[in-house]
């Protein structure tokens, strides 16, 4: 088979599309589920079969064995349970293949292994996934062979979500019918829905796989416990957008095809400012959609890399010392007419819907700045967000040069009545064109940045799924939307109304604004200033999710009950404690099988020396000086290593729960720092030959 493709030709090839729809189903079928697609409710029975039979048929043509409901547990990953498409031969021994609406419809996995934060106890297991009908089936192909996967949502038999795809469809019809009465106050009477649109730039590292599978805190952990900086690191910029290597440009190559097959719009690829760390970014699709494509280019990531004796590290912070991977999600509300509710147009000022918008999206950020925070709150991302790299752990919103000066016109004296616009570059070379300027440079600092037309969230991690975080915008957003549209659809005088409105909001709400450096130590001090607040860990984060305001809140919008809040309170904690757990493990377990051994070895053969040179008659002084910084390491090792066992295992006995997990936190997070230095140090000492596990120059340099 030639290398080569069209890519019209094979994009979407394993999706059950709209379009194959259309070719297969009879029309009255196909318009019933096309309107169930747009306006909601439920599919009749019958058609459900017809469906059903005919998605079967396609994925048998295409050599589909199974089927799966697809669906994205508390974990936040994808979870699958195959069933084959066979039922009882008949009386000749024939098989026929059937799947029927039924099954499309609803499935019930034994699924009481899941996290469920107290949900449910796992004698009253019962959990059921639902056909998610507006995110099309497609076809898995591995070694397990072709499943057909239809994206389902995930609920507990008494109807609580334990998913995270219940909750963001929840949050994305409450952003519409908020949304819909904004712009019905502006003269829309066409629009009938309104979606949020989310495109999310996906980072991630390669490794090489053999290398990888000799870490076992890679293996364990998903990222490195140990490991001294390489002579270099990523300071001489030379990396990002560089060009892409051979062996990367091919794991490259064969995941877009795959993507494309599935689907997946991936657009952007380049290499990252971390050595071995890269990005793809697809093109921007309705949030739940987007969420599962997600999902499918993690999960292909990992399977590309794989064929390609390569491993993909999702991690947040694979290594200390560079750049750690995280997730822009960018993020904006388009009307079913085809308005995007944040395009400002080239006249912001006299755009006063959009002054609406922002002031409405100024005071959601504001007033749940926390609930942000915890969205994007997972393990890995503890060493990014307000630890050494940025975004830092304060929400705050950057406007640009123009929004900004307009939002300051607005506070002063209630109107706005000029722009700053972009103008032109002047490149100063006569073969080069003069180009427009954009009226706003960018800010690479700012957790949650207006770019153009969307807002681009950027402190979710690059492992996480972005469910968490959406949801949260649609519902806060869907708030500060409800409550402006209670005032102004009661006021006498419209005009007057919304330019008090928006005056009154940005006047409350001007704090979250800042366009200065995010990773500065003077923000951190203004920030405070201003009364924001500045969540640094997980485990403070995770209470946001049952305050007294977030559990009005998605209460108002039938997003999540204060029982489905607790829950998930919950298993942040366990989910905490737990993956510390393996870390603490990981590294006891490094120390005393790996490390340790190695450099007694190196002891015995610089000891060995000592006495030779000696017996030699030669000065044996320098080697020995060596010898006892080793030895000192050493003990230093040994000491924090039985210190680390001590307090793990007290962290461990304690019951899950908040108590715990800053148990964890204060006590074993500490003690695996003070394990690492004296084990980095001893890599500085060693011979590398000697030393047990591939190091930071192998990792990062030698993909
Ligand atoms: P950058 O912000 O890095 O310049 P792009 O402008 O290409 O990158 O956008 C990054 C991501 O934002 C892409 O996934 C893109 O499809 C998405 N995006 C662009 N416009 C919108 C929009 N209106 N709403 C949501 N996402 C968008
Ligand atoms: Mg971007």
Sequence with gaps: MSDYYNVEDVFGSKVFTLGKMKERLPET???????????????????ADVVAGAMKDWAVENGATHYTHWFQPLTGITAEKHDAFITHPDPYGRMIMEFSGKELIKGEPDASSFPSGGLRATFEARGYTVWDITSPAFLKEDATGVILCVPTAFCSYTGEALDKKTPLLRSMEAVSAQA?????????????????????????????????????????AGRTLFGAPAPKGQEMDDHYFGAIRERVGAFMKDLNLEL??????????????????????????????????????????????????LHCLLNEKPYNGVNGSGKHNNWSLTTDTGVNMLDPGDTPEANIQFLLVLACILKAVDDHADLLRQSAANVGNEHRLGADEAPPAIISVFLGEQLEDVVKQLIETGAADHSIQGGKLMTGVSTLSDIEKDATDRNRTSPFAFTGNKFEFRMVGSSDSIADANTAINTIVAEAFCDAADELEKADN???????????????????????????????????????????????????????????????FGIFTRVELESREEIVYETYSKSINIEANTMIGMARKLYIPAVVKYEKVLAETVNSIKDAGGDSAAVGI????????????????????????????????KDQAVSYRDRVVPAMTLLREPVDKLETLVDKRMWPVPTYEDLMFEV
């Design 626 to 657: 060596i010898l006892s910084e080793v030895g000192a390491e050493l003990s230093k090792v040994l000491k924090a290593v039985e210190n680390l066992e001590k307090v793990t295992a007290e962290a461990k006995a304690l019951p899950f729960g």
């Design 29 to 47: 079928v196909f318009e019933e589920v096309k309107a169930v697609m747009e306006k909601g409710g439920e599919l009749s029975r019958r058609s």
């Design 494 to 556: 419209f005009e007057l109304a919304v330019h008090d409105l928006i005056k009154k909001y940005l006047s409350e709400h001007v704090r979250i604004i800042f366009s200065g450096d995010g990773y500065s130590d003077a923000w951190v001090k203004e920030a405070e200033r201003r009364g924001l607040p500045n969540i640094r860990t997980m485990v403070d984060a995770a209470s946001a999710l049952t305050s007294e305001e977030s559990v009005k809140l998605f209460e108002r």
């Design 260 to 309: 494309w097959k599935l689907g997946v719009t991936a657009k952007t690829q380049h290499n990252e400012a971390a050595p071995a760390q890269h990005e793809l970014a697809p093109i921007y699709e309705t949030a739940n959609i987007a969420v599962d494509h997600n999902q499918i280019i993690m999960e292909t990531m990992k399977k590309i890399a794989e064929r390609k004796g």
């Design 180 to 220: 819909l009465r904004i712009v019905r106050l502006f003269g829309d009477t066409r629009s009938t829905k309104v979606t949020p649109s989310v495109g999310p730039e996906q980072e991630y590292f390669l490794v090489d796989r053999e290398k990888y599978l000799r870490r076992p805190d890679m293996v364990f």
